[in-house]
């Protein structure tokens, strides 16, 4: 699909899809221009969604929405919200929508943008729970100054403990970086590190988590909508890529908090830390990021530099026992995957192993 869109909402030149509540968004509704929008997806977790969805509830002035993407999940998710929103007289505000087909973050994120007209987007993984006030500062981040076109919160854990979520952007010498694991060649290649520490002032970085992330409707007006020819992982980077290229500022804003129970959406996080192999999206995902950002090249570059880190670690191995190389199963042939045709369509998740 174009990326680049029309200026005129909606976002996409397709009807807005149908809500699952058996009726039509009204159009008066769909006219409507709202201050926020807050598009969370739903993919076979409903008690995760339900949890978010109260965590809202205080949260939400008279000018804001929700859209509630259910992923074709074909299990009892669409029950389960609608009776959440029966139970709480909610759906003058939440708003359930349901996808034909399971197209992944950026599929389920466009879509919600697409079906109502506002100000900013909040995208919000059904896996979070915001904390008090943390939307409205925000909000109030975005109108304080117009050249930032998106604003993240600091994640934390329940018990309030820090994620990371800021980073800079992926590169080929990144790639040497995270497969080396070698404390020496970081140090000497420090400006090449991804994840950034943890701050507690704001601050503008290349790109942040969009486990929470709100953006300007003009962004979107500039650089179209998310790319939904990745289905997970990736897609983050390489919005923040165009929008920062445009001239917009990515920015930090750690007084808003958002508790983030990272794997409830995702098993890739869980499968790499215990060093299992990792979906074939991912890589997927890796290998469009790079020959979109840097080209033919710059691809080999990253899958020879990453190669190089992982002979290195694999080297320490032999001479310590104790080490363990950060690199997950098969991982030194995945980052191949796609190499030869890097714009491929991405193999659906329910056709692997047909």
């Keep these: 699909m174009a990326l680049k869109t029309s200026k005129n909402f909606p976002f996409f030149n397709d009807q807005p899809m149908k809500s699952t509540s058996a009726n039509y968004i009204e159009m008066t509704e769909l006219l409507m221009k709202y201050e926020l929008c807050i598009v969370i997806i739903n993919y076979k977790t409903p008690t995760l969604l339900i949890d978010c969805l109260e965590s809202l509830k205080t949260e939400l002035n008279d000018n804001s929405v929700v859209a509630i993407v259910d992923n074709a999940s074909n ?13 709480n007289n909610a759906k003058n505000s939440f708003h359930l929508i349901c996808s034909p087909h399971n197209g992944g973050f950026s599929s389920g994120n466009n879509t919600g943008i697409n079906a109502f007209n506002a100000d900013c987007y909040l995208l919000l993984n059904s896996d979070t729970l915001v904390r008090k006030g943390a939307i409205a ?9 117009k050249s930032i ?3 993240a919160p600091r994640l934390e854990w329940p018990d309030g403990t820090a994620q990371e979520s800021c980073f800079k952007f992926h590169s080929p010498v990144s790639e040497f970086l995270a497969s080396a694991k070698t404390g020496a060649i970081t140090r000497l290649l420090q400006h090449a590190v991804v994840p950034q ?64 129970l990272r794997g409830g959406t995702s098993p890739v996080k ?15 995902s890796r290998t469009r990021y790079f020959f979109q950002v840097y080209g033919r090249i710059g691809l080999f570059l990253a899958n020879s530099l990453w190669t190089l880190g992982w002979m290195i670690s694999s080297m ?36 692997y192993g047909k």
């Design 75 to 87: 299990d009892q998710s669409v029950d389960v919200i609608n009776s959440w929103l029966i139970d």
């Design 149 to 151: 076109g998106i604003v």
């Design 316 to 351: 320490r191995r032999c001479f310590s026992k104790n080490y363990l190389p950060d690199v997950s199963e098969k991982q030194w042939m995945d980052i191949w995957t796609n190499f030869f045709n890097p714009e491929k369509p991405y193999l659906h998740p329910e056709k």
């Design 270 to 284: 869980a499968q790499a830390k215990l060093r299992k192999r990792i979906p074939r999206y991912f890589y997927e």
């Design 137 to 145: 500062t925000l909000l109030s981040s975005m109108n304080a100054d």
């Design 197 to 260: 520490p943890v701050s507690d002032s704001a601050q503008n970085y290349d790109w942040v988590s969009f486990a929470c992330v709100m953006i300007r409707a003009d962004v979107i007006q500039m650089i179209g909508v998310m790319d939904d020819r990745y289905f997970m992982y990736f897609e983050d980077v390489e919005y923040c890529h165009r929008a920062k290229k445009a001239g917009w500022q990515i920015k930090y804003e750690p007084a808003a908090h958002v508790v983030h």
